[in-house]
């Protein structure tokens, strides 16, 4: 399977805290996407990084890519109550196959 | 104005029952597809359309059958419902499925109930 597997499962932190979660993966990949799924929700696109990219900013996110460890890992800078979500990676093949793994919920605690 | 748009939200059925759910974007993208969420979170595609034609089909069993009768539209029939079948179901579209990749953009998820 080349899920990504989102690490840790759940993530309980202080409004204000920075938030990382990690991302494994177990084949080569074109590039990587994260998502954010609030509850009851659908999926919300994040971030997309590609495999020749190491680093990539938006807004508060940041995200890492190291395809020798087959790993990715998304920091969430100053977290607020509304980053309270579920994150999925998702490593594509290059054939739009995103294989999703169980996420990691988040929450911040006000 | 919805981007990409689900219906019915909610569908509570009998086994045995044969249910459609609907897709629509308005993105003007190429692409389309279907996703499974279990109860666990686990998301998995199950099918997806560049142009109307069908370009992944996953282990699914053939009781699934998606129907793309335009680039906006892309429809999933179920027939003979089960109970493993009970999860949602989201429909997604990205413009395109090059190599490079493309963000996809999420419906909001049709729960279905197969009592």
């Known amino acids: 399977s080349q899920q990504g597997e989102e690490d840790p499962q759940a993530l309980s932190i202080q409004e204000g805290e920075n938030a990382t979660m990690n991302c494994s993966y177990k084949?080569?990949?074109?590039?990587l996407q994260w998502y954010r799924q609030n509850s009851g929700r659908g999926l919300v696109h994040l971030i997309l990084?590609?495999?020749?990219?190491r680093e990539k900013h938006s807004g508060r996110l940041r995200v890492t890519l190291d395809t020798s460890k087959k790993s990715s890992s998304l920091l969430i800078t100053a977290s607020r109550a509304a980053d309270t979500a579920s994150y999925f990676c998702?490593?594509?093949?290059?054939?739009?196959?995103?294989?999703f793994g169980q996420g990691t919920r988040l929450t911040i605690n006000p | 104005d919805t981007a990409v748009s689900q219906t019915p939200k909610y569908l509570v059925t009998q086994m045995g029952n044969d249910k459609s759910i609907k897709c629509e974007q308005n993105?003007?993208?190429?692409?389309m597809y279907w996703y499974k969420q279990d109860s666990k979170k686990f998301l998995k595609i199950m099918f997806s359309?560049?142009?109307?034609?069908?370009?992944i089909n996953e282990t699914v069993p053939n009781r699934f059958s998606p129907k793309s009768p335009d680039k906006a539209h892309l429809n999933l029939h179920i027939n003979s419902l089960e109970l493993g079948d009970s999860a949602v179901y989201f429909c997604?579209?990205?413009?395109?499925?090059?190599?490079?990749?493309?963000?996809?953009?999420f419906g909001p998820g049709t729960r279905l109930t197969v009592l």
């Open positions: 997604a579209s990205s413009q395109g499925w090059g190599p490079r990749g493309n963000e996809q953009f």
């Open positions: 084949t080569s990949i074109n590039n």
């Open positions: 990084i590609r495999s020749n990219e």
């Open positions: 998702a490593p594509d093949q290059g054939a739009q196959k995103l294989v």
């Open positions: 993105l003007g993208h190429d692409t």
């Open positions: 359309y560049n142009n109307k034609e069908l370009i």
